[in-house]
């Protein structure tokens, strides 16, 4: 049986482009196997040899946009024309091809977070948003049951990109394939965390298509393959039955160690990892033996995915500082900040302690309230809480934050004006600047870029929030100069920085 064939029956209630919509487009997550797809049992349809399970990778994946265009297909991956004699385009135009009407072509943009051929499965995330973006483009109306069967037709894993969480991959018995695709688990699980850990960002010497075949065909060891997939995918679903996470990180790293041992075996040998894989899973087990339960899995190239919970998030940081942590399921108590360029234009969105770890680039603000005494003015300070995981017992502006990623920067700033002193004002943005520090005592890097916001008020009393504030005071704006000079191990870092903004534009406030 054909790819068209599966195409067409699937697509039998439907008429090809007639309801054409002008535009489709989707996002679909990256996944990474817990227990592996490798080997198939018919290479035209992508049909595996056993099931497999999966964990979608959150905000990293592929978003892509479709429209009929031009007189010949065009390409662009994340802003760059793809050449028509590239494998990629090749490969994209050949599937392409499944569905396109007669005379038309297509202009297809691609914008991914995940680095292709790498080894982070960014072909699933591809083919799951492509079938997803045609889907809407035509208006198929299709359930995810049928287009995980078209998304596997482009590449195997990308059936388990239709999903959020875990995700099984029936292996199916049929021939055409009907009964192979991906089914979600029911199981959430907030605490999860993944760690991807690029150990090399070049593109694999051999394709994982390329290296399954290989192992199928040459390998020894393969023979073994089916029995151990068939106990650890029971075990994995144990796991997430009972919450089990060493289970759960047991059974996924010795299943990626198999599947890379199997290769070994293959002649020649598929040999993905290089040293720094080695010193990475060394580490590792190192955590492991001072009681930090983390482990890896590893897919066809030198990369690692950690594994890990909430709770041993910060330590497993601290290891592997250049660690990018994603998140499988919606923590609502997870603080995320938003990641920026240097122009303070969004281009993620980071854990909050993670980002302070890393010192990565991010939006902050700095609030500032004032009130008029004579001819003077004064600011409202705020000692910070001795609890603070910075900055502790330091004086301050009246209060600071981070909005979250989307959120607007006044509102996120009179909201937390009101949490942190117990009251608020409207404020006015005075102005930004970018600021980066290290505070060595708790291995932590501020690198933000600070929006000053101001706003008058002269309350006696402050109800304010002990959690945050041990104490506050009104101060000359004079005075608090002169005293930054003399004493400025009192005060934050930040605050001179803040005061001499607010100095330069007071004239435009009063
Ligand atoms: C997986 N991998 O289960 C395994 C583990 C990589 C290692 O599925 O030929 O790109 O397109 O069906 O899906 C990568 O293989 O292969 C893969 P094709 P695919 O995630």
Not at 310 to 317: A, G, K, W
Not at 401 to 419: M, N, T
Not at 470 to 490: A, F, H, N, S, T
Request: charged residues 20%; glycine residues 6%.
């Amino acid at each position: 049986m054909q790819k068209i064939d599966v195409v067409k029956h699937i697509l039998r209630h439907t008429s090809l482009g007639s309801f054409f919509c002008g535009e489709g487009s989707a996002f679909a997550p990256s996944n990474v196997a817990l227990c592996k797809y490798w080997g198939k049992r018919d290479l035209e349809l992508n049909l595996p040899v056993t099931s497999s399970l999966s964990i979608s990778l959150g905000n990293k994946g592929t978003f892509t946009k479709i429209k009929h265009e031009g007189t010949t297909d065009n390409y662009i991956v994340n802003g760059v024309v793809i050449g028509q004699e590239a494998q990629f385009a090749k490969r994209l135009k050949e599937f392409m091809d499944l569905f396109r009407p007669h005379g038309v072509h297509y202009l297809v943009e691609i914008d991914t977070n995940v680095p292709i051929a790498a080894g982070f499965a960014s072909s699933a995330c591809g083919f799951a948003s492509l079938v997803q973006a045609l889907n809407k483009l035509y208006d198929w109306r299709l359930d995810k049951k049928d287009l995980s069967i078209l998304a596997r037709l482009g590449s195997g894993s990308a059936c388990r990109s239709l999903f959020e969480g875990f995700v099984e991959w029936q292996r199916g018995d049929n021939g055409d394939g009907m009964d192979s695709y991906g089914i979600k688990l029911e199981c959430v699980w907030p605490e999860l965390r993944i760690g991807m850990l690029m150990v090399s960002a070049e593109e694999k010497a051999i394709s994982s298509r390329r290296a399954m075949q290989l192992t199928v065909e040459t390998s020894p060891l393969y023979a073994a393959w089916p029995d151990q997939v068939a106990a650890d995918l029971s075990n994995i679903r144990l796991a997430l039955t009972r919450k089990d996470f060493n289970l759960l990180g047991e059974i996924a790293e010795s299943n990626a160690i198999s599947m890379h041992t199997t290769m070994w075996a293959a002649k020649p040998p598929i040999v993905y990892s290089l040293p720094e894989t080695f010193a990475a899973i060394a580490k590792v087990q190192e955590l492991r033996l001072a009681g930090i339960p983390v482990f890896f899995t590893q897919d066809a190239g030198p990369n690692l995915q950690l594994l890990f919970l909430v709770e041993h998030e910060e330590h497993v940081l601290r290891v592997f500082p250049e660690l990018e942590v994603v998140l499988p399921f919606p923590d609502s108590n997870a603080v995320r900040l938003t990641l920026v360029d240097e122009h303070d234009v969004m281009v993620g969105s980071c854990e909050k302690l993670a980002a302070h770890i890393q010192g990565r680039l991010h939006r902050a603000f700095s609030v500032v309230i004032l009130r008029k005494r004579d001819n003077n003015i004064e600011i409202l300070l705020q000692q910070r809480s001795a609890l603070k995981y910075h900055s502790a017992n330091l004086w301050s502006n009246t209060c600071c934050g981070h909005p979250k990623p989307g959120e607007d920067i006044v509102a996120a700033a009179e909201e937390r004006l009101r949490e942190e002193m117990g009251f608020s004002v409207p404020l006015t943005e005075l102005g930004k600047f970018h600021y980066q520090a290290k505070f060595p005592d708790v291995d932590l890097i501020e690198n933000e870029i600070d929006h000053v916001l101001v706003g008058f008020s002269d309350l006696a009393a402050l109800p304010f929030n002990v959690a945050e504030v041990q104490d506050y005071r009104w101060v000359d704006i004079l005075e608090l100069q002169k005293d930054l000079q003399c004493r400025p191990g009192q005060y934050t870092f930040w605050l001179s920085s803040v005061i001499e903004l607010v100095q330069l534009k007071i004239s435009n406030v009063f």
